[in-house]
């Protein structure tokens, strides 16, 4: 297994649409490797979720782990998940929102509103379909990583940049407001 290279804001790979596996694709020691390698990359950079696309892989394949994050000391835990091919339905109408970072646009930080809640529906790293509802954190995060998938950073989403901040200044003036 290895750490990969992570993508930054710019790097074209960032803003591609990422292409579906096929079933007989999941199987093959090339992804089955390259998932473990995903996992180690999100753990390594103390991620909370990592998209293909951020390690240079134009694949609708995300991993997504909340397990004492130090990024995210505060946040609900979240087992290791992930998600293949993923879709996005019952989205609730009601928005939150949120602080968001991203391991390709480092040291920053801003406000989204995401939808509350969700349903996932995706193939797990076996190539069995799963089903996940979810709400708060883990439904963020989804979102977050789906919006990978299709080219979008979380700047896109974000309705205006006035929250957008460095990580040292986070911590100095917003930190309370969290
Ligand atoms: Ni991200």
Same mark, same amino acid.
């Given at each position: 297994m290895s750490i990969l290279k992570v993508a930054r804001l710019g790097h074209p790979v960032i803003r591609q649409l990422a292409q579906p596996l096929l079933p007989e694709e999941i199987h093959t020691e090339e992804i089955q490797t390259f998932i473990l390698d995903m996992i180690d990359t999100m753990r390594e950079y103390d991620g909370v979720g990592l998209a293909a696309p951020q390690v240079h892989v134009s694949k609708q394949i995300a991993v997504i782990?909340?397990?004492?994050?130090?990024?995210?000391?505060?946040?609900?835990?979240? #087992?290791? %998940?992930?998600?293949?091919?993923? &879709?996005l339905k019952e989205k609730s109408e009601a928005t939150e929102e949120g602080w968001e970072g991203c391991l390709s646009i480092p040291d920053l930080r801003g406000v989204v509103p995401r939808h509350e809640s969700l349903v996932c529906e995706a193939l797990d790293q076996n190539?069995? #379909?799963? %089903?996940?509802?979810?709400?708060? &954190?883990f439904a963020r995060v989804i979102q977050h990583e789906f919006d990978h998938l299709q080219g979008h950073v979380y700047l896109d989403k974000m309705p205006h940049l006035t929250t957008l901040t460095y990580l040292n200044e986070f911590s100095k003036y917003w930190v309370s407001e969290t």
């Open positions: 782990e909340v397990n004492h994050n130090p990024r995210y000391p505060d946040m609900p835990q979240i #087992p290791l %998940t992930v998600l293949i091919n993923p &879709f190539g069995k #379909p799963i %089903t996940i509802s979810t709400k708060g &954190f």
